[in-house]
């Protein structure tokens, strides 16, 4: 889908910004250019889409050099989010949203819709929102705005340059988490540009780490962890690499989903054999309507006859099964008990994380990611 | 005071008239200034035109410092020289253009200039042209600075003015040197008191004007 052969950017006072940088991006995935300031990865981004120029080397989109297209014909069949800041602020969220659409010409009712759409996707209600301008908005919302006019003429590419930068830690996880489910929909080819290697392993198919405008490892994320290619990688992925794994799993791919439950009339002596059959110390508690209610836990037992009685009300839940398992088990940890409770927007029960199961997803990441370094470059002979 | 006063209740017309010429002269001059100005403003941003932009401003503001009656008194001999009537309303116009320039264009060009670099390269970035970028995005982000340019060159215009009347083209200057020549304290405060006046409304008006052109975004 985009391919770079041997891009490289040297500017008039003789600084190489970018050199020699050939990768690949395959159709659907979602590739990060990292790397510390002045590394490059910009550059290299705005290459593809000739805001800068190359000054040697080729890059081909859909196998097509993209020196060949008219820049802005190539330009506006790819998507550009930056920043906030790059919202227009004399236009409606719609104007912005439909400024590609405009660009290639569709007409004002057709921009409308493609903007309430958009809007939709990114879960902002298109009738509170659609006519406000950007200063009336929160930070969040837009970064939302600028992702949906990214979209607006629906191109096949995109590229985002620190999308989420400029907004506060908790909504920043927030937008990644739905941008994620949202690409999961959409299946956009992406350039995604950011120095937060936490972002990067969370959003990433596939990250390019860059240093001093030179491309240092291409892989995906749990090889960069945990297989790093030299001492440069392993120092940026850091000691603590290990947890950043965490940012690699989604909760709802290690969490319990049908897990042992309790009724709040439930007896308590049916709870324990329960808990007995399963070999674990607790139950989740929900109600009819699928809501979770609290913990039952076998210490607890002694404490009365039903259920509701004895059971912990006041135990955090981490909502989102979409979230990464960093996200879940810092929750965890706050909440003191090694059971977390996953939940909807209503409070009903998605599915139940155990300490033990991150431990075990973590391990297999590990390892999943030696295996597969193994099979595609045959480990170097040890030297006797 | 009292003078000027009773001036005015037995001689309405008068004063109507000279306002009216005053007004005329001041209108044309700022339409076609602002024409001209703008257009120019707007050429000297482009691309590779930083040395044109050095000296037509620096040319702009020299102009500001020729003593408006010797302007005058310049145009009247150029204009003369080619064949135009060197005094009344032609001579007067074009002076008073020449003196709006220098805020149309100044402010025009820094308004411009201003424009955020990463609003342009927004708007570049997802396939604007040139054109579409000067129209959809500096242009309108401009606005408010250009419209304060205008306001600025219309006051002046207005002041200015009054001069126009030493060549003959009539105005609020007439009763100011009719006053001064045969000691009339009460026409030079008619004129003094209605030029301030009309360039307060004029510059009010502007406002509201520039309030409704304003792209709403932009507003306080």
């Keep these: 889908m985009i391919r770079l052969e041997k891009v490289t950017k040297i500017y008039p006072d003789g600084t190489e910004a970018v050199g020699g940088v050939s990768f690949e991006v395959q159709k659907g995935e979602l590739c990060v250019l990292l790397g510390p300031s002045g590394c490059g990865k910009t550059t290299t981004m705005k290459m593809i889409n000739r805001l800068i120029s190359a000054t040697s080397g080729k890059i081909y989109i859909d196998g097509t050099d993209n020196t060949s297209i008219d820049e802005n014909e190539l330009r506006r069949n790819i998507g550009y989010a930056i920043q906030d800041i790059g919202l227009f602020p004399h236009m409606t969220v719609a104007e912005n949203i439909g400024t590609v659409p405009a660009l290639k010409g569709w007409s004002k009712v057709k921009r409308r819709k493609r903007a309430k759409e958009l809007l939709e996707l990114l879960r902002m209600h298109p009738d509170v929102f659609i006519d406000k301008y950007p200063r009336e908005l929160s930070g969040g919302q837009r970064q939302r705005v600028g992702v949906a006019r990214a979209l607006g003429g629906d191109p096949p590419i995109m590229l985002m340059d620190e999308p989420f930068g400029a907004i506060d830690p908790i909504t920043r996880v927030e937008l990644q988490n739905e941008f994620l489910k949202i690409q999961q929909e959409i299946r956009k080819t992406i350039i995604f540009v950011t120095h937060d290697i936490y972002e990067a392993i969370k959003m990433g198919h596939r990250i390019a780490l860059m240093k001093e405008g030179h491309l240092v490892q291409y892989a995906p994320p749990a090889d960069l962890l945990y297989r790093p290619k030299d001492e440069f990688v392993a120092d940026f992925a850091g000691a603590d690499r290990g947890l950043k794994g965490l940012q690699l799993i989604r909760t709802e791919d290690v969490m319990w989903k049908s897990p042992p439950a309790a009724k709040p009339d439930e007896d308590v002596k049916a709870a324990r054999k329960r808990m007995e059959q399963e070999g674990i110390d607790w139950l989740v508690v929900i109600d009819d309507e699928g809501r979770f209610a609290g913990w039952a836990v076998s210490s607890d037992l002694e404490g009365g006859r039903k259920v509701k009685e004895i059971m912990n009300t006041s135990a955090l839940t981490a909502p989102s099964a979409n979230a990464t398992l960093s996200e879940a088990l810092s929750v965890m940890l706050t909440s003191g008990l090694n059971v977390l409770a996953i939940v909807d927007q209503d409070n009903r029960l998605e599915g139940v994380l155990t300490f033990q199961a991150i431990q075990d997803a973590l391990r297999e990441t590990a390892q999943e990611a030696s295996v597969r370094m193994r099979r595609i470059t045959p480990l170097r002979e040890e030297s006797p | ?220």
């Design chain 2, 1 to 220: 005071m009292l003078d000027a006063y009773q001036f005015v209740i037995q001689h309405p017309k008068m004063l109507a008239g000279w306002v009216v010429d005053h007004l005329c002269i001041s209108l044309v001059a700022i339409i076609i200034g602002t024409v001209l100005g703008v257009t120019l403003g707007i050429f000297i941003t482009g691309k590779g035109r930083q040395q044109i932009a050095e000296v037509v401003l620096y040319f702009a503001e020299i102009m500001m410092t020729v003593p408006s009656l010797a302007l005058f008194g310049l145009l009247m001999i150029l204009l003369g020289s080619l064949g135009f009537s060197a005094i009344g309303f032609l001579p007067a116009v074009i002076a008073l253009i020449v003196y709006g320039q220098l805020p149309i264009l100044r402010n025009t060009y820094t308004a411009i200039r201003q424009v955020d670099p990463a609003m342009i390269e927004a708007g570049r970035g997802m396939g604007m042209s040139e054109r579409q970028l000067l129209l959809r995005i500096r242009l309108p982000l401009a606005l408010p600075v250009i419209m304060a340019g205008l306001r600025n060159a219309m006051v002046l215009i207005i002041g200015i003015g009054t001069i126009a009347a030493l060549i003959g083209a009539g105005g609020l200057g007439v009763p100011i040197f009719r006053g001064l020549r045969n000691a009339r304290t009460d026409l030079i405060i008619i004129g003094g008191v209605s030029v301030s006046a009309l360039a307060l409304l004029v510059d009010g008006l502007m406002a509201l004007f520039e309030r409704l052109i304003t792209p709403k975004g932009l507003r306080e």
